[in-house]
T-cell receptor, first 112, second 112 residues
Framework: DVKVTQSSRYLVKRTGEKVFLECVQDMDHENMFWYRQDPGLGLRLIYFSYDVKMKEKGDIPEGYSVSREKKERFSLILESASTNQTSMYLC???????????FGSGTRLTVV | GQSLEQPSEVTAVEGAIVQINCTYQTSGFYGLSWYQQHDGGAPTFLSYNALDGLEETGRFSSFLSRSDSYGYLLLQELQMKDSASYFCAVRGSGGGADGLTFGKGTHLIIQP
């Protein structure tokens, strides 16, 4: 089974801090994604990457950046955390489209 | 861009059949997917339809009509464990270098 591992299940950070969310997949997938999930809003795409060092903005990239230095690792960075970035963050990877995305278990980030 | 509409909540009885509808608007179209998410869990992939028609996987089936920009997920022989949120999702661009856009989810409540 493909595994997508997110480094933290829960995080509490202060406003203005720089925050790193890490994601690692073990199936050599080229495509990796970061989503945030908020009640009533569903999952919204922040950034994705289709290859090492390649990144593309999703629907809500403002306030975020990403890094993909190795194929298996995709990091989401909050340059200066704000309270409106309190959310559940989900990382996913994808191989063949017909097998869909595999999601990590999520990081619930609270910014205080 | 892409947008999807699905009911926010559906209630059904254990052992019955339920259909969750999804309509979408997208500039391009590269398939309709369905995901299941239990409370506190990660979304898990259920099905993918690239062509018109019905795809069956056990108790779950998914249907697509590209001419109507419409699809549905059919769950048969409902079990209590099927209580979850269900998301439809589309990818609007080709080449693999694009993320899924998700609907806001349908909360399925199963009553005994």
């Amino acid at each position: 089974d493909v595994k997508v591992t997110q480094s933290s299940r829960y995080l509490v950070k202060r406003t203005g801090e720089k925050v790193f969310l890490e994601c690692v997949q073990d199936m050599d997938h080229e495509n990796m994604f970061w989503y945030r999930q908020d009640p009533g809003l569903g999952l919204r795409l922040i950034y994705f990457s289709y290859d090492v060092k390649m990144k593309e903005k999703g629907d809500i990239p403002e306030g975020y950046s990403v890094s993909r230095e190795k194929k298996e690792r995709f990091s989401l960075i909050l340059e200066s955390a704000s309270t409106n970035q309190t959310s559940m963050y989900l990382c996913a990877s994808r191989g063949s489209e017909k097998y869909g995305y595999t999601f990590g278990s999520g990081t619930r980030l609270t910014v205080v | 861009g892409q947008s999807l509409e699905q009911p926010s909540e559906v209630t059904a009885v254990e052992g019955a059949i339920v259909q969750i509808n999804c309509t979408y608007q997208t500039s391009g179209f590269y398939g309709l997917s369905w995901y299941q998410q239990h409370d506190g869990g990660a979304p898990t992939f259920l099905s993918y339809n690239a062509l018109d028609g019905l795809e069956e996987t056990g108790r779950f089936s998914s249907f697509l009509s590209r001419s109507d920009s419409y699809g549905y997920l059919l769950l048969q022989e409902l079990q209590m464990k099927d209580s979850a949120s269900y998301f439809c999702a589309v990818r609007g661009s080709g080449g693999g270098a694009d993320g899924l856009t998700f609907g806001k989810g349908t909360h399925l409540i199963i009553q005994p």
